[in-house]
């Protein structure tokens, strides 16, 4: 069996900013809204990091956008992943936070090899 793993690291990030219609800097903090876990490259290109402190983060960029985490959301969103996955697999596996397994041997018939079925997944 060949498996394939998609990792997410911005998933939460990336839907905010899909349904966002702001386009300054964005931060997603830790739930106790210490420290900066997530960056837009908008704040990364401002200084920004992961495990920054969001004081720091605030002394860098004033109008920074901030949003907390959500686990549930994030939860729900690589549940949401898998789902539209299941279009091209059968079998998969969650791997919270921001993790999913999808075996493609199969696909890799029906696409002819890794690379064609890689680059239809990549459009979406």
Not at 35 to 43: E, K, L, R
Not at 66 to 91: C, F, G, S, T, V
Request: aromatic content about 10%.
């Amino acid at each position: 069996m060949l498996w394939l793993y998609l990792h997410f690291p911005h998933l939460l990030l990336d839907h905010i900013r899909r349904h966002q219609t702001s386009t300054g800097a964005l931060a997603i903090v830790d739930g106790a809204g210490h420290f900066v876990v997530q960056a837009c490259p908008t704040a990364r290109d401002l200084g920004i990091e992961t495990g920054m402190r969001l004081k720091t983060a605030l002394g860098l960029a004033p109008d920074l956008n901030i949003m907390r985490a959500d686990p549930k959301q994030e939860a729900w969103l690589l549940e949401d992943q898998a789902r539209w996955l299941y279009h091209y697999a059968a079998h998969i596996t969650l791997a919270p936070p921001d993790g999913i397994w999808a075996e493609v041997s199969s696909l890799q018939k029906l696409y002819r090899g890794c690379r064609r079925f890689g680059k239809r997944w990549s459009r979406h």
